[in-house]
Nanobody, 115 residues
Framework: QVQLVESGGGLVQPGGSLRLSCAVS????????MSWYRQAPGGQRELVAY???????NYAESVKGRFTISRDNAKNTVYLQMTSLNPEDTAVYYC?????????WGQGTQVTVSS
């Protein structure tokens, strides 16, 4: 059973930063890619960023230049460094692992950007 556990969310002021972590049970090298999604209140779940097994990355236009996705294969963890946060970034952030046959989701972590 694959488990994804997100952490690092919280309340931050506009312009602030947070780093989210997604710890995966077992090796993350099974998954390609590893992704972060988010879902704002009343909105649809949307892709924020993904990182492939070879380290290639892709970002939603709304977060380019502000967010950075990375992975530590030794720790089986994926990170999302978020900077210059604004209220529109408020959402539940989910980690997603994609294998050849299955997709796994974490439980989500709340990020609230407010003064």
């Amino acid at each position: 059973q694959v488990q994804l556990v997100e952490s690092g969310g919280g309340l931050v002021q506009p312009g602030g930063s947070l780093r989210l972590s997604c710890a995966v049970s077992g090796t993350i090298l099974r998954f390609n890619p590893m992704s972060w999604y988010r879902q704002a209140p009343g909105g649809q779940r949307e892709l924020v960023a993904y990182i492939s097994r070879d380290g290639g990355t892709n970002y939603a236009e709304s977060v380019k230049g502000r967010f950075t996705i990375s992975r530590d294969n030794a720790k089986n963890t994926v990170y999302l460094q978020m900077t210059s946060l604004n209220p529109e970034d408020t959402a539940v952030y989910y980690c997603k692992a994609t294998s050849q046959f299955y997709v796994y989701w974490g439980q989500g972590t709340q990020v609230t950007v407010s003064s």
